[in-house]
């Protein structure tokens, strides 16, 4: 595989990378390098990618992978997970304010969560990965997995509830 066919096949899902990676280290440095990272090992594995069926997943699981490894290790301290993919659509001044509070605190909510739940509610919710995908992803049971997301939304919800007695139901 030369270097042109290998680009043509990760172009599609290298955005994906790095927002998983974002998501993760919240630190876009961090994910820059955590995405470079993951492509190097593809390259490096560029002759056996063809005995992949799903190329994408296997990309997505090694970001996983290493995001968590970054985690762990001493630079951790230093890192956040914070949710800001909001588009805006030039609201009142008044709603901005107000969805970017409520953003931040559900980036707060969600980074209080176990990291498994941040990883599946970032594939589904954010990435809007399939089911199927993400347990090959994570290497979990689809129900499984929707169990952990509903109760995860639920968390998330009852705490917005608390915080802010929004009427959500």
């Known amino acids: 595989m030369n270097q ?4 043509e096949l990760i172009n599609p899902f290298k955005d994906k990378v790095f927002r998983l990676a974002k998501r993760l280290l919240t630190s876009t440095e961090e994910a820059e390098d955590a995405t470079q990272e993951v492509m190097v090992k593809l390259w490096n594995k560029k002759d056996n990618l063809d005995t992949y069926n799903n ?9 996983k992978n290493y995001c968590l490894d970054q985690l762990k ?6 890192l956040k997970i914070v949710h800001n993919n909001f588009t805006d659509r030039q609201p009142q001044l008044d709603k901005k304010l107000e969805d970017a509070d409520s953003l931040e605190w559900v980036g707060k ?3 209080q969560l ?7 509610i970032q594939l589904r919710d954010v990435e809007q990965y399939e089911f199927e995908e993400i347990a090959k992803i994570v290497n979990m049971n689809e129900t499984a997995i929707r169990v952990a997301l509903s109760r995860a939304r639920k968390k998330i919800r009852e705490s917005m509830i608390n915080t802010h007695s929004y009427g959500i139901k």
Do not use: C, H, W, Y
Not at 55 to 63: G, K, L, P, Q, Y
Not at 73 to 78: E, G, I, L, M, V
Not at 114 to 120: G, R, W
């Open 73 to 78: 290790s001493k630079r951790a301290d230093n």
């Open 4 to 7: 042109v066919v290998f680009i």
């Open 109 to 111: 909510i969600i980074g």
């Open 114 to 120: 176990p990291e498994q739940l941040q990883i599946l």
């Open 55 to 63: 190329i994408e997943a296997v990309a997505m699981t090694m970001t």
